[in-house]
């Protein structure tokens, strides 16, 4: 199956080359002398005194580059965060690398000094917000009561117990000074437009990287309930346990809410999602000469029964032609969770990737490949994995290793090490969640 891995990875690599979050900004905000167009809403900069461009996520660089290329020097000051090794030269926006997905210092700091630059806006300025996925982690100023290992606490146990993003997030928000519209809070009354690289299925702007700029849907009682129901209450610190019931019963300040003045002159714009990615998937894989079904851009769910089903799916193709004849590409998208119960090391992307190898397990002429699209899977060097129906056989007769094993103790990574089947990209500088692809010959 030397061929269907090469397609493979020749349609991952399609993908990647068509979500530039560059050439993404540029596609949806032009300049026409002194007027800016964002999705066809124009504004004239010359009724602005000064313009500010903030951000904060992992394709956050890139973005600013675009802002920098189409406004130059109109641009008064700017700064984004973005994860370690992930900036890029840039002129007029200042950069502060921080860590992901575990915040740190370096991201409280830029977080703060984001606050303090809004701080001094008016309503004669412009702010130009990008936001990327990544910014959850990366836009971290909390409560004043919140400690920074309370808050490294509950994201280590919230990322841990196989909570969903929109569920880490609504904590987040609880948690901070910034997201949950809180960056428009603090920038009002200034014009504020927000350009957005959706990393989250269905796109909600009130979750990716926990809406900083837009309304917010959930409430501290929604928070409270989510450490309830993953019995996380004794394995926080207190105080942050403690903030979140004062919160419930309304003794600190909700999020912003629909209908708050502070969201009349804003704009969201998404301008790159899991979509394009699964596009142009389809796109390479026709090209190449598969039949193609593009599945769903909305997977979810724990990552070892999602891949389950994705496997169950090539197999149906590979013995009848249904829904797709072969020669075939099975498409797909989203960005499931692990709930980590063993000591292993691996990601969501991996642990589909095994998962999916030990469903196909004897099955030929079946290729998966699941990656994330931002370079990273998990706490690991890799992207992801690509897999065929000799991979467990493989895995068991050359290396000694029993599969389930691995993906019982979620030791995904350290399985692949051993067989050679990582796909590894490096930063991507862009990040619009997963992609899986089957290939069956």
Same mark, same amino acid.
């Given at each position: 199956?030397?061929?269907?891995?090469?397609?493979?990875?020749?349609?991952?690599?399609?993908?990647?080359?068509?979500?530039?979050?560059?050439?993404?900004?540029?596609?949806?905000?032009?300049?026409?002398?002194?007027?800016?167009?964002?999705?066809?809403?124009?504004?004239?900069?010359?009724?602005?005194?000064?313009?500010?461009?903030?951000?904060?996520?992992?394709?956050?660089?890139?973005?600013?580059?675009?802002?920098?290329?189409?406004?130059?020097?109109?641009?008064?000051?700017?700064?984004?965060?973005?994860?370690?090794?992930?900036?890029?030269?840039?002129?007029?926006?200042?950069?502060?690398?921080?860590?992901?997905?575990?915040?740190?210092?370096?991201?409280?700091r830029g977080t703060s000094d984001i606050l303090r630059l809004l701080s001094k806006t008016g309503e004669k300025d412009l702010v130009i917000c990008l936001i990327s996925g990544g910014g959850s982690a990366l836009l =971290?100023?909390?409560?004043?009561?919140?400690?920074?290992?309370?808050?490294?606490?509950?994201?280590?146990?919230?990322?841990?117990?196989?909570?969903?993003?929109?569920?880490?997030?609504?904590?987040?928000?609880?948690?901070?000074?910034?997201?949950?519209?809180?960056?428009?809070?603090?920038?009002?009354?200034?014009?504020?437009?927000?350009?957005?690289?959706?990393?989250?299925?269905?796109?909600?702007?009130?979750?990716?990287?926990?809406?900083?700029?837009?309304?917010?849907?959930?409430?501290?009682?929604?928070?409270?309930?989510?450490?309830?129901?993953?019995?996380?209450?004794?394995?926080?610190?207190?105080?942050?346990?403690?903030?979140?019931?004062?919160?419930?019963?309304?003794?600190?300040?909700?999020?912003?809410?629909?209908?708050?003045?502070?969201?009349?002159?804003?704009?969201?714009?998404?301008?790159?999602?899991?979509?394009?990615?699964?596009?142009?998937?389809?796109?390479?894989?026709?090209?190449?000469?598969?039949?193609?079904?593009?599945?769903?851009?909305?997977?979810?769910?724990?990552?070892?029964?999602?891949?389950?089903?994705?496997?169950?799916?090539?197999?149906?193709?590979?013995?009848?032609?249904?829904?797709?004849?072969?020669?075939?590409?099975?498409?797909?998208?989203?960005?499931?969770?692990?709930?980590?119960?063993?000591?292993?090391?691996?990601?969501?992307?991996?642990?589909?990737?095994?998962?999916?190898?030990?469903?196909?397990?004897?099955?030929?002429?079946? =290729?998966?490949?699941?990656?994330?699209?931002?370079?990273?899977?998990?706490?690991?060097?890799?992207?992801?994995?690509?897999?065929?129906?000799?991979?467990?056989?493989?895995?068991?007769?050359?290396?000694?290793?029993?599969?389930?094993?691995?993906?019982?103790?979620?030791?995904?990574?350290?399985?692949?090490?051993?067989?050679?089947?990582?796909?590894?990209?490096?930063?991507?500088?862009?990040?619009?969640?997963?992609?899986?692809?089957?290939?069956?010959?």
């Open positions: 199956m030397p061929i269907l891995r090469e397609h493979a990875n020749e349609i991952f690599k399609h993908v990647l080359s068509t979500l530039d979050p560059e050439q993404l900004v540029k596609e949806k905000v032009s300049i026409q002398d002194s007027t800016l167009i964002v999705e066809k809403r124009e504004y004239n900069l010359n009724n602005y005194e000064n313009i500010y461009v903030v951000g904060g996520g992992k394709a956050c660089a890139p973005m600013a580059k675009a802002m920098e290329e189409l406004l130059g020097d109109k641009i008064d000051n700017g700064l984004i965060v973005v994860k370690y090794n992930h900036g890029l030269p840039l002129n007029k926006i200042e950069t502060v690398e921080a860590s992901h997905p575990i915040p740190d210092k370096n991201g409280i =971290v100023q909390p409560h004043k009561e919140i400690t920074l290992p309370g808050l490294q606490i509950i994201s280590t146990k919230l990322l841990a117990c196989g909570a969903r993003i929109d569920e880490i997030n609504t904590v987040r928000k609880h948690l901070s000074s910034i997201k949950g519209g809180q960056l428009a809070r603090a920038s009002y009354p200034s014009t504020l437009i927000t350009l957005i690289l959706s990393d989250v299925v269905g796109d909600p702007m009130d979750i990716i990287a926990s809406g900083p700029t837009v309304p917010d849907e959930s409430t501290f009682e929604d928070a409270y309930k989510i450490i309830q129901k993953y019995s996380l209450e004794d394995k926080i610190l207190n105080s942050v346990y403690r903030f979140l019931r004062s919160g419930k019963t309304g003794k600190i300040e909700e999020t912003p809410k629909n209908g708050d003045e502070i969201f009349d002159n804003t704009q969201n714009v998404i301008v790159g999602s899991n979509k394009i990615a699964l596009d142009a998937a389809e796109k390479k894989a026709k090209d190449l000469g598969y039949n193609t079904i593009i599945l769903s851009s909305l997977v979810e769910g724990e990552s070892k029964d999602a891949a389950k089903f994705f496997a169950a799916i090539a197999k149906e193709v590979s013995r009848t032609g249904t829904p797709v004849p072969k020669p075939a590409c099975i498409i797909a998208g989203g960005e499931t969770t692990v709930t980590i119960k063993g000591k292993g090391k691996g990601g969501r992307n991996q642990e589909f990737a095994l998962s999916a190898a030990l469903e196909i397990s004897g099955c030929d002429g079946i =290729v998966v490949l699941s990656a994330g699209t931002d370079g990273t899977d998990g706490p690991t060097d890799a992207t992801g994995a690509i897999v065929d129906s000799n991979t467990c056989k493989n895995a068991k007769v050359k290396f000694c290793l029993k599969p389930e094993e691995y993906l019982r103790r979620n030791d995904s990574y350290n399985f692949f090490n051993n067989t050679g089947e990582h796909i590894i990209t490096g930063p991507t500088m862009t990040n619009v969640m997963d992609i899986m692809i089957s290939l069956i010959d």
